[in-house]
């Protein structure tokens, strides 16, 4: 077999970009994520960030941010473990505890960091993980990693799940892994039946909230509000780059579970700590979710009704999602990009998922509409989206 060069290796594929001439990935923005959205110079409809609730630019944010770095300064120049751990740290680790309703939290630099972490920290390369087929990348990578049996289950589906369940050796730790929301398509995950599978097999729940936090349940507290789960007794881990309108990681669950973690977690112990100023625009976040989440979500629907409902009236391909998100089938990559080119040269940003991100001919457009968008740019995104149904 001939050897394949260093330099061969690393070479990227662009004939998908260089046939539909267009690249989505790394556009350079010039602005906030304000409403219209500034890219080379030019105004733009934010159909593509993760900014539910449309916090991520709220000048109460910004405020608090800036209190926090005249107090503490831009970093803390440590690990939580050693002088990254600041009593403003620790504060919103039992905010957040609070706000979940569960017993302890850790805050990592990112959830893609937390999810990897996660795993290596607690798992055996003799236990078992039976992961949903559509679980995201960090959940896997982290599994991987520790060199465990891996058993997929089918998407959503709680027969296969028990399937699976049923064929675990007993001696064996095993752990079911999945997300609330799948970001993709704007699944949800039958949670309560997933838990109380692995009540009932003995198996330890593992749920990535990072699309759900922020965004299901009636106060906005996620999956296991969503889900009426009390008492949960799993590992529970969410992105605050989203609904939360900041950045960061987290993984909560009961006191001994999180406690091993504080000392065992080497993408925690190992990792420069979160910013100060994130920190207090998490608790900022939080306390404004607390008291005005009905009134943003109502809004944040709306919008995604108005959205779904013109491209169900136009002839659009859609993905059967019951969340804030709206997804477009694209087809083979190809197809997908240049639906995304179509509706960036009218203005609008979008989120093209082509494969390996999902299957070969599965493309995806995904359209996310902030409540902080003006009724006047859905309006015009709506139209737009009517305009290119013939494409």
């Known amino acids: 077999m001939e050897r394949v060069s260093f330099t061969e290796r690393m070479a990227v594929d662009y004939s998908v970009v260089e046939k539909t001439g267009f690249n989505p990935y790394y556009p350079e923005i010039q602005s906030a994520l304000d409403d219209p959205l500034v890219i080379e110079g030019k105004p733009f409809i934010d159909l593509a960030s993760n900014n539910y609730l449309g916090l991520a630019n709220d000048p109460r944010l ?8 005249d107090k503490y300064g831009i970093s803390m120049c440590g690990t939580p473990i050693a002088s990254g751990y600041s009593d403003l740290f620790r504060k919103v680790e039992i905010l957040l505890s609070e706000f979940l309703g569960l017993e302890k939290t850790l805050i990592y630099p990112s959830c893609y960091q937390a999810n990897n972490g996660l795993f290596t920290a607690i798992m055996k390369n003799d236990d078992v993980a039976l992961v949903d087929r559509c679980a995201h990348s960090s959940l896997m990578e982290g599994i991987k990693a520790t060199g465990c049996k891996i058993r997929p289950f089918l998407h959503n589906n709680i027969d296969h799940l028990e399937m699976q369940l049923k064929k675990v050796d007993p001696s064996s730790t095993s752990f079911v892994v999945t997300e609330s929301v799948f970001s993709t398509e704007g699944s949800i995950a039958p949670f309560r039946d997933i838990y109380e599978m692995c009540l009932k097999y003995s198996a330890i729940p593992v749920i990535d909230d990072s699309h759900g936090i922020g965004v299901l349940g009636e106060s906005g507290r996620g999956i296991l509000e969503h889900a009426s789960i009390n008492e949960y007794r799993g590992y529970y881990t969410a992105s605050m780059g989203k609904a939360l309108g900041n950045m960061g990681g987290i993984i909560s669950g009961p006191e001994e579970y999180i406690g091993y973690l ?15 100023s994130i920190l207090a625009g998490i608790e900022k976040v939080i306390k404004i979710i607390n008291l005005e989440f009905r009134a943003l979500s109502r809004k944040m629907w709306k919008y995604r009704d108005m959205i779904t409902r013109a491209c169900l009236e136009s002839g659009w391909s859609l993905t059967e999602s019951i969340t804030p998100i709206t997804s477009l089938r694209g087809g083979d990559s190809g197809n997908t990009l240049q639906i995304a080119k179509m509706l960036y040269e009218k203005g609008i940003l979008t989120t093209p998922f082509i494969y390996p991100s999902v299957g070969r001919n599965d493309g995806r457009i995904r359209l996310i509409a902030g409540a902080n968008l ?4 859905i309006a015009a995104a709506t139209s737009i989206l009517r305009q290119l149904n013939q494409w």
């Open 374 to 377: 003006k009724e006047e740019s």
């Open 262 to 276: 504080k000392y065992f977690s080497s993408h925690l112990v190992y990792s420069t700590a979160i910013l100060p």
């Open 62 to 69: 910004c405020m608090a941010a800036r209190a926090a770095i």
